[in-house]
Nanobody
Framework: QVQLEESGGGLVQAGGSLRISCAAS????????MGWFRQAPGKEREFVAG????????SHADSVKGRFTISRDNTKNMVYLQMNSLIPEDTAVYSC???????????????????WGQGTQVTVSS
């Protein structure tokens, strides 16, 4: 089992940067593919970025590619999402999630992820 807790959200102006973190507990963290998802008011939860268990492969949604970067530190049981050049459309609750797919897979469907954090609010003002 894996417990996840996000932190680092807040209010930022358009064009600014923010790094959000996800702290994981549990012995199987290094065996998980980790993902970041977001959900804006009135919209479905959507995939933002994912990273394989070793950190060797990452995947980012087209809407954030070139602006956001996912990373992980298995020695600290942490996953990060560095967000640059933020725009108001990035405003959402951001959640991290853990899945156990194949070694090189990064699923984008929410149903594939087994464990979820509570989320952290990111608000980008114009």
């Amino acid at each position: 089992q894996v417990q996840l807790e996000e932190s680092g959200g807040g209010l930022v102006q358009a064009g600014g940067s923010l790094r959000i973190s996800c702290a994981a507990s549990g012995r199987t963290f290094s065996s998980c593919t980790m993902g970041w998802f977001r959900q804006a008011p009135g919209k479905e939860r959507e995939f933002v970025a994912g990273i394989t268990r070793s950190g060797g492969i990452t995947s980012h949604a087209d809407s954030v590619k070139g602006r956001f970067t996912i990373s992980r530190d298995n020695t600290k049981n942490m996953v990060y999402l560095q967000m640059n050049s933020l725009i108001p459309e990035d405003t959402a609750v951001y959640s991290c999630a853990a899945a156990y797919p194949g070694l090189y897979e990064i699923p984008r469907r929410t149903s594939t992820y087994k464990y979820w954090g509570q989320g952290t609010q990111v608000t980008v003002s114009s």
